[in-house]
């Protein structure tokens, strides 16, 4: 392991792709701490040491996503988030507007005008969250109803409409420096340049998580939640890996005096297709109900309408019974949705049958794709309750441990600690092998 780790940094091209890499996410951290122009930076601190750095409702998760630089409402307070939703609704309307799906179909010409349509709509999401953000600051809900105690997060000149203007601007124009600090990874250093920003963001919650459970539980509960949490993140690995591997033959075809396919190969359909979207797709839908009774709040002195205080008693805290089944149950129900848009059986078998390939046992066309469908239906039952149980983690400890909803080894957090973890690993493990025939990995 240790003479990988040395070939690595004995190689110039790949000691310089990884230290240009080291060097961009240096900066993105870097970013994530100097405040936007007209914040308070003392009160912000302040709410910080209050509230142990919990945000309140879907904020915990864009939060997490931006390593802690949403709450502090610095210039790359939105992160990575709104460059993940465009990505996602571009993705969507893939299925809904044949335009879309017709570029998508183009190769490489196609996908860079998707490319592009999906950069438009970032700095589009950016504007709308950084103007949501900076309302949900003024007012205070930030931080919950910790916030009173701690003053104003926005000086008098932010409250202006020039100070907001500013304020906005500066936020989006962070979205966007993020988004070409990715590219520039993708383009010249190693990896996924996006996925790696998302990766940096969420380990640096880390320490602080952990920290905040060993000062109020001790050393035994640090302990075991940290034992807890590798033998997660090793099952974790296991089912990130696994896969069902549908056999595929081709048939010899001649063209010319050459001879092409007689080859044997494998469609690998993996038990989570669907990444973290459909944990995603749960928290913003659960978000809905907290976000409409929290702007029907009723006048001082008066009383709460029936359903704002059921909204508030069973939805708005993620510890009680019927707020974990409602997740579970979204959950499981995004997972075949997006999965049902991803991969489309009917095209997968008009490929094969387009050059000759076909499963053993199966007739090309139509039995195909009926064939695939099931092996997906299947595949995807066990990993959308996977996805659900993960993702339950943090909950499940905020209700037991009393951690917050950050807690580091569950829900979208861990899923692409480990993701992206062992895409990046493999694709060095691949530079080395292009160099010294022996890789990272054995």
Not at 249 to 276: C, D, E, F, L, S
Not at 377 to 391: D, E, F, M, Q
Not at 418 to 438: C, M, N, P, S
Request: glycine share 10%; charged share 10%; with cysteine.
């Amino acid at each position: 392991m240790f003479n990988a780790i040395g070939r690595i940094f004995r190689t110039p091209d790949l000691r310089r792709k990884i230290g240009f890499t080291l060097g961009i996410v240096a900066l993105f951290r870097l970013g994530s701490f100097i405040p936007a122009p007209f914040v308070d930076f003392g009160n912000v601190q302040a709410c910080l040491a209050a509230t142990q750095g919990a945000a309140s409702g879907l904020y915990e998760l864009v939060n997490v996503f931006s390593g802690g630089a949403l709450l502090q409402l610095s210039i790359f307070a939105l992160g990575i988030m709104p460059y993940i939703t465009a990505s996602i609704i571009v993705q969507l309307l893939r299925v809904v507007i044949p335009r879309f799906e017709t570029l998508y179909k183009e190769g490489q010409s196609g996908q860079a005008k998707l490319t592009q349509y999906t950069r438009y709509l970032t700095i589009a999401l950016g504007v709308l969250q950084s103007t949501t953000l900076i309302t949900v600051a003024r007012s205070g809900a930030l931080f919950g109803n910790s916030a009173g105690a701690c003053g104003d997060l926005i000086t008098a000149q932010g409250s202006t409409w020039y100070g907001m203007m500013l304020m906005v601007i500066t936020m989006t124009a962070g979205t966007g420096v993020i988004m070409w600090m990715g590219e520039l990874i993708t383009e010249r250093g190693i990896g996924n340049g996006m996925s790696l920003l998302i990766f940096t963001s969420i380990a640096a919650t880390f320490p602080a998580s952990l920290w905040a459970i060993f000062q109020t539980r001790g050393l035994d509960t640090f302990l075991i939640v940290l034992a807890i949490g590798l033998i997660v993140m090793l099952a974790v690995v296991f089912v990130e890996q696994s896969q069902r591997r549908v056999p595929v033959q081709y048939a010899k075809r001649m063209v010319g005096r050459r001879t092409y396919g007689g080859n044997n190969t494998y469609i690998p359909i993996k038990v989570n297709m669907a990444g973290v979207v459909p944990i995603i797709f749960a928290s913003s839908l659960l978000y809905l109900p907290a976000l409409i009774a929290q702007f029907n709040q009723p006048a001082a002195g008066e009383e709460p309408a029936g359903w704002v205080v059921w909204i508030q008693s069973y939805l708005v805290q993620g510890d009680h019974p019927l707020y974990m089944l409602l997740y579970f149950l979204l959950i499981v129900g995004f997972t075949y949705f997006y999965v049902a848009i991803t991969f489309n059986p009917e095209e997968v078998a008009d490929n094969m049958k387009k050059y000759g390939g076909f499963i053993p046992g199966i007739r090309a066309g139509r039995p195909t794709a009926e064939y695939l469908d099931y092996v997906l239906t299947r595949v995807t039952l066990p990993g959308s309750i996977y996805l659900g149980l993960v993702a339950l983690i943090p909950l499940i400890a905020f209700a037991l441990v009393g951690a917050n909803q950050n807690f580091p080894f569950g829900g979208a957090s861990l899923l692409i600690i480990v993701g992206v973890g062992l895409e990046t690993v493999k694709q060095i493990d691949a530079q080395l092998q292009q160099r010294h025939y022996e890789g990272l990995l054995r």
